[in-house]
């Protein structure tokens, strides 16, 4: 039973450096979410998707593109690492939207030096 | 614009007693509202769900209210016990994503 599952769970990164997080989702759940989490601020929701082949921008997308080819898995990828970037990244699903509860990644801890 | 505010920021007890800790929104258009457990450098934990049309939900030694005219949701935690010590978030939800407050952290000291 793995629910959602984020790989890598933590990473260091150079400035200028890009990589791709990945989140899987067992639940056949349509809707996925990539949130940042920083201290003091809360969570923040980076991009999101309303089902396979869709993808949308959410309150702080700068800086991050994402894919969704397959229903389980949503991508997260910043193409040139910058300081600014490091943070706690979480992925989450639900099965539809808002209206339903969602489930969370373990994280990943990213640090951009 | 949403906005989401937990208080207090941080609270410390002894093992035992019965505690609330606050939820509120400044918009009452919301589909439901999600409590969140969260230990440190783990990810969230779902606690309780209620949706627009509820009052309250109960699991095990929670019991959440939820009154959406006042902008205002409860946790209500019974007996608390060392092992309830962690960071709690709410989440109200909007059309397509939550928005969460920046949390609670709880220590319950044995």
């Known amino acids: 039973n793995a629910g959602v599952t984020q790989t890598p769970k933590f990473r260091v990164l150079k400035t200028g450096q890009s990589m791709t997080l990945l989140c899987a989702q067992d639940?056949?759940?349509?809707?996925m979410y990539w949130y940042r989490q920083d201290p003091g601020m809360g969570l923040r929701l980076i991009h999101y998707s309303v089902g396979e082949g869709t993808t949308a921008k959410g309150e702080v997308p700068d800086g991050y593109n994402v894919s969704r080819l397959k229903k389980q898995n949503f991508l997260l990828g910043l193409e040139s690492a910058a300081p600014s970037q490091t943070s706690v990244y979480f992925c989450?699903?639900?099965?539809?939207?808002?209206?339903?509860?969602?489930?969370f990644g373990q994280g990943t801890r990213l640090t951009v030096v | 614009k949403q906005e989401v505010t937990q208080i207090p920021a941080a609270l410390s007890v002894p093992e035992g007693e019965n505690l609330v800790l606050n939820c509120s929104f400044t918009?009452?258009?919301?589909?439901?509202l999600q409590w969140f457990r969260q230990d440190p450098g783990k990810g969230l934990t779902s606690l309780l769900l209620i949706q627009s049309s509820q009052r309250e939900q109960t699991s095990g030694r929670l019991n959440a209210s939820l009154d959406k005219s006042s902008g205002r949701s409860t946790l209500y935690i019974a007996a608390s016990q060392p092992g309830d010590s962690a960071t709690y978030l709410c989440?109200?939800?909007?059309?397509?994503?939550?928005?969460f407050g920046t949390g609670t952290r709880l220590k319950v000291l044995a």
């Open positions: 989450a699903s639900s099965y539809w939207g808002t209206r339903t509860e969602a489930f």
């Open positions: 989440a109200v939800t909007g059309t397509y994503k939550y928005i």
């Open positions: 918009d009452s258009a919301i589909y439901n």
């Open positions: 639940m056949n759940h349509e809707y």
